[in-house]
């Protein structure tokens, strides 16, 4: 029976066990958070994002989650600057010229603040001047960094990004940093 993981990965955590970048390297990986041997992760997770990341020992089982062409929709909530108005939210939700073609459309939504949000290390940066917002995101891609080229591209760039779901998988009940077996 396959292994099944999920992670609430925290912010500058890489989505990674080692980091082979350099020797010497203090960055963290998931090995500062769990020690179990023959998971990987079913897709990556930016070392500046945080959230939901699954780990499983079943090649086929990770190939369905991450292969975009399975289209598991992915959920995320980010904390943009400013606050979208209906053209930019119209604008995500048919599709976002990006300089790697037209993404998808997406589902989005204003939301209020996340309930039960742990704070980030470091927190963001807060200006006076600007106000910012959260919307909810949930998209079928998985390019690079799409949800932040995304909202930057609609004039609300992304401040704080945390994936709350994959599928039917969700961080509820997790601590940043905690990770909890699931039957797959």
């Not at 939901?52 to 959920?75: C, E, F, N, W, Y």
Request: charged content about 25%.
């Amino acid at each position: 029976m396959a292994r099944l993981i999920l992670f609430n990965k925290p912010f500058n955590v890489l989505s990674q066990f080692t980091d082979k970048g350099t020797l010497a390297s203090t960055r963290e990986t998931l090995s500062d958070y769990m020690d179990v041997p023959h998971v990987y992760p079913a897709g990556r997770l930016d070392r500046d994002s945080e959230g939901l990341l699954v780990l499983t020992d079943d090649g086929k089982l990770q190939a369905r989650i991450s292969d975009p062409k399975h289209k598991l929709a992915k959920t995320y909530w980010a904390q943009v600057e400013g606050i979208p108005d209906e053209a930019a939210l119209t604008a995500l939700q048919t599709g976002v010229d990006l300089n790697d073609g037209r993404t998808a459309p997406a589902k989005v939504r204003p939301i209020a603040e996340p309930a039960n949000l742990w704070p980030r290390n470091p927190p963001i940066r807060f200006r006076k001047s600007v106000p910012d917002s959260w919307v909810e995101l949930t998209i079928t891609e998985g390019r690079n960094r799409q949800v932040r080229r995304m909202t930057a591209a609609v004039g609300h760039p992304t401040l704080r990004l945390i994936r709350a779901r994959v599928g039917d998988w969700t961080l509820d009940g997790l601590s940043s940093g905690e990770w909890r077996d699931i039957k797959a």
